[in-house]
């Protein structure tokens, strides 16, 4: 089956630094991949996806680029809050409605 | 609407209560799921419901029934729980596979705690 890994955490940033979490994966062939946010005490949220190769996903200022190239799914956002602090995973799709998640990564942001 | 609601928020059971996790959507997925999840961990999948029938089932105890009424309504029936089984429980909704883009959708949660 397809597995996704999460560059592992925490890690912590202060305000209106530069984010970047990396995923990779492996899959056969090209699965549709997803970035979800769990905040504290909350269920997951869909933060962005990509379909397919060189799709980039992006939704409240996060972004990331589908590489097929390097298997890789990295998160990215240009200048973090302290709002943004949450668990972040990383998740693929293996077919048959299952999600393969990584790890996830904590991100702590300080003012 | 992409909400999914779930009930409770909380629960706190003992190991021989019965009790019940609901879950519902109206974004007219015809898939919905459960999941655990331990704290610090990636949610895990339990069981999958498409078209309102079972579709997969992670090998999950048989203390743990679910049940999927309607298209819009899963429920998670609990008997003879451990203390291991607490967890948040998740569920979640999507279109069925082979209508795009199926991105699960998760409810807030069921924080369960079994004494």
């Known amino acids: 089956g397809n597995s996704v890994t999460q560059m592992e955490g925490p890690v912590t940033l202060s305000e209106e630094a530069f984010l970047t979490i990396n995923c990779t994966y492996t899959?056969?062939?090209?699965?549709?991949l997803f970035w979800y946010v769990q905040y504290p005490g909350e269920g997951l949220q869909l933060l962005l996806k990509?379909?397919?190769?060189?799709d980039k996903g992006s939704n409240k200022g996060f972004e990331a680029t589908y590489r097929k190239e390097t298997t890789s799914f990295h998160l990215e956002k240009g200048s973090v809050q302290v709002s943004d602090s949450a668990v972040y995973f990383c998740?693929?799709?293996?077919?048959?409605?299952?999600?393969?998640f990584g790890q996830g990564t904590r991100l702590t942001i300080n003012p | 609407d992409t909400e999914v609601t779930q009930t409770p928020k909380h629960l706190v059971m003992g190991m021989t209560n019965k009790k019940s996790l609901k879950c519902e959507q109206h974004?007219?997925?015809?898939?919905m799921y459960w999941y655990k999840q331990k704290a610090k961990k990636p949610p895990e999948l339990m069981f999958v419901?498409?078209?309102?029938?079972?579709?997969i089932n992670e090998s999950v105890p048989s203390r743990f029934s679910p049940e999927c009424p309607n298209s819009s309504l899963l429920n998670l029936h609990l008997h003879a729980l451990q203390p291991e089984d607490s967890a948040l429980y998740l569920c979640?909704?999507?279109?069925?596979?082979?209508?795009?883009?199926?991105?699960?959708?998760f409810g807030p949660g069921t924080r369960l705690t079994v004494t």
């Open positions: 990509a379909t397919k190769a060189d």
């Open positions: 998740a693929a799709d293996q077919g048959a409605q299952k999600l393969v």
């Open positions: 979640a909704s999507s279109h069925s596979e082979g209508l795009t883009p199926y991105e699960q959708y």
């Open positions: 899959a056969t062939g090209y699965p549709s």
């Open positions: 419901y498409s078209y309102e029938k079972l579709s």
């Open positions: 974004m007219g997925h015809r898939a």
